[in-house]
């Protein structure tokens, strides 16, 4: 079955980047979706296949993905920002959908 | 407004069966293929099923395979997901969610982007 891989922890100060990635064989030919879930709630979709946003997502989230790393990027990091955040694709060869295992993100 | 409500969670024994329920308002539900995620306590999120808008298509994650059932009644605007045979490895929340793209089929399937506040279930003795 396919498997995404994530950093189980980023930190980073506020004002900073954050880079979260998350890692499949060759990833960059499916299209990848974020999500944010901070805690005791349900996820957000912040970013959806690959680099586009859904309304009202900030401009400071975007996505990338190439070969076998897909990335969301978080500019200038608010405490706000702070919550897990998981990749999803979907696998042709099983017709499942997968996740990553999340990256927490800290605000330091 | 948009929104999904989901009910049925609860404790129940293993071997038992429990059927959640996912009420839809403010969108045409019958548009939009529906989803199940479950999030163990302190894991990450899992997808368990897959309906497509029409109900012609579903699809199960290999660990509930054979256990669980996704329906759905678009007269109704409501989601369903009956789960057989419970084990203590079925205890999570359970949320219900929508795709982002109309009458997707799948592949073409494009992120989830509304979602329920999830319903508890809890499989213990």
């Known amino acids: 079955s396919y498997v995404l891989t994530q950093p189980p922890s980023v930190s980073v100060a506020p004002g900073q980047t954050a880079t979260i990635t998350c890692g499949g064989d060759?990833?960059?030919?499916?299209?990848v979706h974020w999500y944010q879930q901070k805690s005791g709630q349900a996820p957000v979709l912040v970013v959806y296949d690959d680099r586009d946003r859904p309304s009202g997502i900030p401009e400071r989230f975007s996505g990338s993905n190439s070969g076998n790393t897909a990335t969301l990027t978080i500019s200038r990091v608010e405490a706000g920002d702070e919550a897990d955040y998981h990749c999803q694709v979907w696998d042709v060869r099983s017709d499942h959908w997968v996740f990553g295992g999340g990256t927490k993100l800290t605000v330091l | 407004q948009v929104q999904l409500v989901e009910s049925g969670g609860g404790v129940v024994q293993p071997g038992r069966s429990l059927r959640l329920s996912c009420e839809a308002s403010?969108?045409?539900?019958?548009?939009?293929?529906m989803y199940w995620v479950r999030q163990a306590p302190g894991k990450g999120l899992e997808w368990v099923s897959l309906i497509l808008y029409d109900g012609g298509s579903e699809f199960y994650a290999d660990s509930v395979k054979g256990r669980f059932t996704i329906s759905r009644d678009n007269s109704k605007n409501t989601l369903y997901l009956l789960m057989n045979n419970l084990g203590p490895e079925d205890t999570a929340m359970y949320f219900c969610?929508?795709?982002?793209?109309?009458?997707?089929?799948?592949?073409?399937?494009?992120?989830?982007?509304?979602w329920g506040q999830g319903t508890k279930v809890s499989v213990s003795s």
């Open positions: 060759n990833i960059g030919t499916k299209n």
């Open positions: 403010g969108f045409s539900f019958s548009n939009y293929a």
């Open positions: 969610a929508r795709d982002s793209r109309r009458y997707c089929t799948s592949i073409d399937c494009q992120g989830l982007d509304i």
